[in-house]
Nanobody
Framework: QVQLVESGGGLVQAGGSLRLSCAAS????????MGWFRQAPGKVREFVAA????????DYADSVKGRFTISRDDAKNTVLLQMNSLKPEDTAVYYC????????????????????WGQGTQVTVSS
């Protein structure tokens, strides 16, 4: 049974940085696509970033491109989301997700591409 646990959220001023971590138990991340999503109050869950199963290809939402970086630490079985130049509109609960089986989708932006989710971590950016 794969389980994901996010950490690293908190309160930060605009322009600051945070690094979110997503730790997996029950399986390694290697060869499985990973994604980060976020959901602000009253809004739908939106795609933030994705990392291919081989750890080579990345994809970012336009709103975070150039500010956020997704990466994987295989030794710690952890996926990271480095968030720089944070803005108040980045405030949301952030979730990591992975696929239960390797699906090799062409597009990992839809939430439906993932079937294992963490519980989320709150990120609040003050102005």
């Amino acid at each position: 049974q794969v389980q994901l646990v996010e950490s690293g959220g908190g309160l930060v001023q605009a322009g600051g940085s945070l690094r979110l971590s997503c730790a997996a138990s029950g399986r390694t991340f290697s060869n499985y696509a990973m994604g980060w999503f976020r959901q602000a109050p009253g809004k739908v869950r939106e795609f933030v970033a994705a990392l291919s199963g081989n750890g080579v290809s990345t994809d970012y939402a336009d709103s975070v491109k150039g500010r956020f970086t997704i990466s994987r630490d295989d030794a710690k079985n952890t996926v990271l989301l480095q968030m720089n130049s944070l803005k108040p509109e980045d405030t949301a609960v952030y979730y990591c997700a992975t696929e239960r089986i390797r699906s090799y989708y062409a597009n990992y932006r839809p939430p439906a591409a993932y079937d294992v989710w963490g519980q989320g971590t709150q990120v609040t950016v003050s102005s």
